[in-house]
């Protein structure tokens, strides 16, 4: 239905559907008050943008400055992990010096041992160690012919009083060495 400049009886404006207005109907507004909370509707608005943009603007900044500490942070847990690993692979040759040399072992072959703790070093030390021990009496452990031919006396070569007098000169060539 169409709006009509007709007043009903009681003096109202029938409403845009054709129904009389209620006593709850604010009723027409004038076009000063109407102008007036438009402005303020779109100054609000202005001011709603300005301050999401502002919001926006403080957001990406946190970001950045977040992924700046983060990265910082990744670059800094990354260097006290490389520090741990070079701490534990000293440590670790340390610990094989000292199985090896505690069973007899040279240095040179130190590396070769097993093991993450000394207890697992000693043990595979004192494996080696029986393997570079010589099986027989009198006869020089492997690997201990230093000088053409010539080769140095075992522990318990020196221990045998008889076959010290028997190779003096082998006892006092080894001990110039």
Same mark, same amino acid.
């Given at each position: ?12 404006? $029938?409403?845009? /559907?054709?129904?009389?207005?209620? @006593?709850?109907?604010?009723? $027409? ?6 102008? &007036? =909370? ?7 608005? =202005? ?15 946190? +970001? @950045? ?14 260097? *006290?992990? &490389? !520090? ?7 440590? +670790? /040759?340390?610990?094989? !010096? ?19 703790? *000394? ?10 160690? @029986? ?13 201990? /012919? ?17 076959? #010290? ?5 082998? #006892?006092?060539?080894? /001990?110039?060495?």
């Amino acid at each position: 239905m169409l709006l009509t400049d007709q007043p009903t009886p009681d003096g109202q404006q $029938p409403t845009a /559907n054709g129904q009389q207005p209620t @006593a709850t109907d604010p009723g $027409p507004v004038p076009y000063a008050r109407f102008a &007036e =909370v438009n402005k303020q509707a779109k100054e609000l608005e =202005v001011q709603l943008a300005t301050f999401q943009s502002q919001a926006k603007a403080t957001e990406e900044k946190r +970001l @950045a400055e977040e992924a700046k500490w983060k990265e910082l942070a990744e670059k800094r847990e990354q260097e *006290l992990t &490389e !520090l741990r690993n070079q701490l534990t692979a000293a440590s +670790l /040759n340390q610990m094989r !010096l000292q199985a090896a040399s505690q069973h007899g072992i040279p240095a040179d072959l130190a590396g070769r041992l097993i093991g993450n703790t *000394l207890e697992e070093l000693t043990a595979d030390a004192q494996k080696m160690a @029986a393997y570079l021990r010589p099986t027989t009496p009198g006869v020089p452990p492997v690997g201990s /012919n230093r000088t053409g031919g010539a080769s140095a006396p075992t522990p318990e070569q020196l221990r045998d009083p008889k076959w #010290v007098r028997e190779n003096k000169e082998k #006892v006092l060539a080894a /001990n110039q060495r």
